[in-house]
């Protein structure tokens, strides 16, 4: 990576560097006290000079909002004007029909928790859509929280930087091997979006790894945790239940998709 540019406003700095990851380029910025650097590889530097040129002229320009909002970084400049609508999920259809349709089953559950689980987990491996509805059933709002929270940040930064698609495949793959996983090995009795959550961790992680960017906000650190909880619930010392064979399949679903796509840029 070499540096191409330092701004020393850090809030235009983002700005720029959101709207060049929506071209499908990597940038990366870097601080240096109040200025910040930003970083490209050296084959996308001149196609960088003149982004970087027509945003000097009109810093304004809604494009580049919109591109800090579609990569989650709501940041303002003292030369930008207007307002920024907040349906940032909307950019994210497949990452919001999930998210409503998990909070639609979990009202069921409340409603009618027997009727529920027995309609929706995998007991009847011969009906096929059982292989997918396990996800979507949550035995706690603290569960629903923590995977819904994971599910729209992780989610709708895939389908942002990639496509729809990707996150479709991604999502119906790790959940069927993660669902079949945790059947095979320990039976029907389960539920959750945690494995699609760790397909989504794995995916995210690695892809940055094998393509030295920085389009995901999964670190090392956040990542050894991710592997330690799964290590956790193995070893039977938590306080809750943990369909610990789901989040393994999905990790390693995760993984598998992230090696596959290594030599594919994203749109």
């Known amino acids: 990576m070499h540096k191409f540019v330092e701004f020393q406003s850090a809030k235009a700095a983002l700005l720029f560097a959101d709207y060049c990851k929506t071209q499908g380029l990597q940038v990366l910025v870097e601080q240096h006290g109040q200025a ?6 050296a084959e996308q530097i001149p196609q960088l000079q003149t982004l970087l040129e027509q945003f000097l002229q009109d810093p304004a320009h809604p494009r580049y909002q919109a591109a800090a909002w ?8 003292s030369v930008a004007s207007g307002s920024v609508p907040f349906a940032v999920l909307w950019r994210a259809p497949l990452t919001s029909i999930l998210l409503l349709l998990t909070i639609a089953v979990y009202l069921w559950q409340q409603l009618d928790f027997a009727g529920a689980n027995a309609a929706l987990q995998l007991t ?3 009906q096929f859509w059982r292989w997918l509805t396990p996800i979507v059933l949550h035995f706690s709002l603290t569960h629903l929280v923590f995977n819904l929270c994971w599910w729209v940040l992780l989610g709708h930064k895939i389908e942002q930087q990639t496509n729809s698609a990707n996150l479709l495949q991604l999502a119906l793959s790790s959940a069927v091997i993660s669902n079949g996983l945790q059947l095979a090995l320990a039976g029907p009795n ?12 794995g995916y995210c992680w690695l892809y940055d790894k094998l393509k030295g960017t920085q ?32 989040h393994l399949g999905g990790l390693l679903c995760g993984l598998g998709w992230a090696w596959l796509s290594k030599g594919v840029r994203p749109t």
């Open 70 to 77: 579609q990569q989650s970084n709501i940041v303002t400049t």
């Open 124 to 126: 009847q491996p011969a």
């Open 190 to 201: 389960f539920g959750g979006l945690s494995g699609v959550v760790y397909a989504l961790f």
């Open 36 to 41: 910040s650097a930003l970083l490209a590889p």
């Open 215 to 246: 389009f995901y906000p999964v670190t090392n650190g956040l990542a050894a945790f991710m592997v330690l909880w799964l290590a956790l619930g193995f070893m039977d010392v938590l306080w809750v239940n943990m369909a610990n064979w789901a």
